[in-house]
């Protein structure tokens, strides 16, 4: 993907790893450090999971969309982004450094990739990337925290949502949640004839499409 010095500046500020980072910094990153950029056509695998994360993914153009499945393969979850956006960065670090989503193309899509050695570098000499990748990972970090401080849901719906929640990466995002609805409400604590009540309830006020083995959540 060729681009003006420009166009390469608004590309990298638009990023989280760089926001509030001056015009010559940026252009001290993009003349020094390895930027690694890919086209992806719809469909197109940009991340598989269970490979090693030994990079920073950034989605600097289109559309994605990641996926995960439970242990036990009844249920999958998927959400849909748009750029800019970042997948699972907490996994450059830590004990388990393995992708547990993978990423999809919906169209065309424009990625950046920095490597593992390359974060450290930019870590070191900037201190706006040092602070930013703090904030990103504390933020995730304190988003699951909070999680368990807060007093449990009553109503079916109230759950649901809780539920889904905890396993979305991005919360505001479109979901659409592969599973059985006799599994969900054993997950929920519910009955298979009240969930599918409120199921129904819920997608007449538009807040939910069902399909069979499918919901599809309305992003906010």
Not at 38 to 66: K, M, N, R, W
Not at 205 to 218: D, M, P, S, Y
Request: some cysteine; proline content about 3%; charged content about 25%.
């Amino acid at each position: 993907m060729i681009e003006s010095s420009h166009q390469m500046y608004e590309r990298l500020l638009s990023l989280p790893l760089f926001l509030g980072m001056s015009q010559s910094d940026l252009h001290e990153v993009a003349a020094y450090t390895p930027l690694a950029f890919s086209t992806y056509s719809a469909g197109q695998a940009i991340v598989v999971v269970d490979t090693p994360c030994d990079a920073l993914t950034f989605l600097i153009q289109g559309h994605a969309e990641s996926r995960m499945e439970s242990d036990d393969h009844q249920w999958t979850v998927a959400e849909r982004h748009h750029a800019p956006y970042l997948h699972q960065p907490e996994h450059l670090f830590g004990w388990h450094q393995r992708y547990t989503r993978s990423l999809q193309a919906l169209d065309t899509c424009h990625v950046l990739r920095i490597k593992k050695s390359d974060v450290d570098h930019l870590v070191r000499q900037f201190q706006t990337v040092r602070f930013n990748l703090l904030n990103l990972l504390s933020t995730r970090s304190q988003r699951l925290s909070r999680q368990v401080r807060r007093v449990p849901a009553e109503s079916i719906e109230g759950k649901l949502f809780r539920w889904l929640e905890e396993v979305s990466d991005h919360p505001q995002s479109v979901k659409v949640l592969h599973i059985k609805q006799v599994y969900l409400a054993r997950l929920l604590g519910e009955s298979r004839l009240n969930l599918s009540r409120c199921l129904h309830a819920m997608e007449e006020e538009g807040k939910l499409a069902l399909a069979r083995g499918e919901i599809v959540f309305r992003g906010s």
